[in-house]
C-alpha cells in the first residue's frame, strides 16, 4: 500500500515516470532559461534581488547567474563567464551529470558515478565556499558579478 490516501501505483508506473524525469527537468530548465533569456536582468524590476546582497551588501556565490544564463542566451559567452565564472565553469560537469541520469533512467538503474563521491561534494562546497569569500575580497574584484 502506498502512503495514506493515496493508491499504490500500477505495476510499470514508477519505473516510467523514472524514465522521464530527466526530460521533465530538462524541459523545466529550458523553459526557465528560456524566459531568462527573453526578459533582461539587467535591467531592474524584472527580478527580485539577491536577498543576501540586500541584506548585507556582499555577493553570494549565486549573484550574476540570472545575468549569466542570459548573456549565453545570447551567445555571449565571454560575458557569461564574467558575471559568474563558478556557475559557468560548473555547467559541463551538470550536463554530464543529467547524460549519466539519462543514461541510467533508459536503462531503469539508479544514477552511479564517481563524482557524486562524498569527498568530491565535500570538495565542491569548500570551491564554492572560497569563490563566496574571495569574490568578496578586494583582490578578488574580477570575480564579482
Partial sequence: MGRAGTRPMPPGAERRRARWAPYAVLAAVLGAAGYVSAVDPN?????PTCPFLAVTG???????????????GHGHFAEAFGHNPLTFATLPFLAYLWVRWV??????????????????????????????????????????P
Avoid: D, E, K, Q
Fill in 43 to 47: 535591467h531592474p524590476g524584472h527580478y
Fill in 58 to 72: 556582499y555577493y553570494c556565490p549565486g549573484c550574476g547567474a540570472l545575468r549569466m544564463i542570459h548573456a549565453i
Fill in 103 to 144: 543514461w541510467a533512467a533508459r536503462r531503469g538503474r539508479r544514477v552511479r558515478s564517481r563524482i557524486l563521491h562524498p569527498v568530491v561534494i565535500t570538495g565542491f562546497t569548500m570551491v564554492i565556499l572560497f569563490f563566496w569569500v574571495v569574490r568578496n575580497l578586494s583582490i578578488g574584484r574580477a570575480l564579482a
